[in-house]
């Protein structure tokens, strides 16, 4: 339930979808609405406390309140039902959703007073929570309303022409003790808009972070077989033959290419071909040391390993283990066996030269190639040493 909640909410602000939007942003806006009019209507109900208000006033905009958070409620029912077939972005909706709360909240934070309520705070959550669930497009229009009115709402109370507070018979803090109502009364609104905003705030970096966190993953691996991509082969290669020059370990690359693969591609179909791909990298993945090795995909039918503390035997072996593991492999699409073979060379970095070792890893596949393939060659020998 938990899990499910959290993925919904990921999901509305991953996707940004209006609907899962409309539905998130009315669940955290209406208990504010809700607690509000629990707080009126409880002044209404009592003339010692009803004391502090314009009764009048106050009974307008307890009806006020009541059909906003009604409306928000509908909107979010409304949206729920919606939710499969409504179009990702859905500006009247979203309109829908953010006018009247974001316009209704604004007018009750004047009528309360900004200065001394925790009204203005609550006004700041409900945007950060409109900003985060809606695009920006989306809030603009409302953005823009609010701060007219706020403004001419300051402009009017400095020429005199409107009071401050025109809710209250006077403002919260009129000098001296708050009374006890207003002391609750703060007490109730303050933690209604911080305990859930420091909630939401923590929810919404935490999430913030799982989602770079997911991003800097996809960015670093090849879609189809899971494997590195070139780009973060490239940038370990760097990393580990700095550390090669620095220690003198050994550290040894391997370039492997599949045999004949646009035979397969054009004899079995594409999909085919990539059914290859995707088992060889589940065998590459099986064949190297988890967490000190690395298995890329360069691109094509293109792999790579980078072996760290490996010597050119220790690597060669390891090739080799590959070529004849995949030998004995033949690959299942639907009914077909796909019968593929895989060519490897291999070759040192030395002196710190990463990209010198895969021009020589890649001069040695060349040469297994040109040998027959199905076979591992080793750089830096006096003359290429083949395996079969
Ligand atoms: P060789 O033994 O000399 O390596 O022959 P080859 O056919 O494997 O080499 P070539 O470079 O001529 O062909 C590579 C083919 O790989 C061409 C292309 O159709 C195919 N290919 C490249 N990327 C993909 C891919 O992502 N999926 C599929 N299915 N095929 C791909
Ligand atoms: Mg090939
Ligand atoms: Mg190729």
Same mark, same amino acid.
């Given at each position: 339930m938990i899990a499910g909640l959290r993925e919904g909410v990921d999901a509305a602000l991953r996707q940004r979808r209006t609907a899962m939007a409309c539905v998130c942003f009315s669940l955290l806006t209406v208990p504010i609405l809700l607690l509000l009019a629990g707080l009126q209507g409880w002044a209404l109900t009592h003339d010692e406390v009803l004391l502090y208000y314009r009764p009048e +006033?106050? @009974?307008?905009?307890?009806?006020?309140?009541?059909?906003?958070?009604?409306?928000?409620?509908?909107?979010?029912?409304? @949206?729920?039902?919606? +939710?499969?077939?409504l179009p990702e972005h859905a500006p009247r909706w979203a309109a829908a959703a953010l006018g009247p709360v974001l316009m209704g909240w604004c007018a009750l934070a004047l009528l309360y007073g900004l200065q001394d309520t925790p009204m203005g705070m609550l006004l700041i959550e409900i945007l950060v929570f409109a900003r985060a669930f809606f695009l920006l497009r989306d809030i603009t229009p409302w953005l823009a309303a609010g701060a007219v009115l706020?403004?001419?709402?300051?402009l009017l109370q400095g020429l005199g022409v409107v009071s401050y507070a025109p809710l209250l018979s006077q403002p919260m803090f009129a000098g001296g003790e708050l009374s006890d109502w207003w002391t609750w009364w703060l007490r109730i609104m303050f933690n209604a808009s911080v305990l859930p905003f420091a909630a939401a705030l923590f929810y919404l970096f935490s999430s913030l972070a799982r989602h770079r966190a997911e991003l800097e993953t996809l960015a670093r691996t090849d879609v189809l077989t899971g494997l590195a991509n070139r780009r973060e082969f490239m940038a370990r290669l760097a990393e580990e033959a700095q550390r090669q020059q620095r220690g003198e370990r050994p550290l040894t690359v391997v370039m492997l290419d599949v045999d004949h693969f646009k035979q397969v591609n054009d004899t079995h179909g594409h999909a085919a071909g990539d059914q290859v791909l995707s088992s060889l990298g589940r065998l590459l993945q099986g064949s190297v040391r988890q967490e000190v090795d690395l298995a890329a995909r360069?691109?094509?039918?293109?792999? @790579?390993l980078l072996l760290p503390e490996?010597?050119?035997?220790?690597?060669?072996?390891? @090739?080799?283990?590959?070529?004849?593991?995949? +030998?004995?492999?033949p690959i299942h699409h639907g009914a077909q066996l796909l019968p593929v073979t895989i060519s490897a060379g291999v070759a040192p970095v030395q002196g710190g030269d990463g990209e010198r070792a895969l021009r020589l890893a890649d001069d040695s596949l060349y040469e297994a190639k040109r040998q027959g393939r199905d076979r591992v060659v080793m750089a830096m020998a006096p003359h290429a040493d083949a395996m079969h």
């Open positions: +006033r106050l @009974a307008a905009v307890q009806w006020g309140v009541g059909l906003l958070a009604l409306w928000q409620g509908l909107v979010a029912l409304l @949206a729920w039902q919606r +939710r499969e077939w706020l403004v001419g709402h300051e360069l691109g094509g039918e293109e792999f @790579a490996t010597d050119t035997e220790g690597a060669q072996c390891v @090739a080799r283990k590959i070529v004849e593991a995949l +030998r004995g492999m």
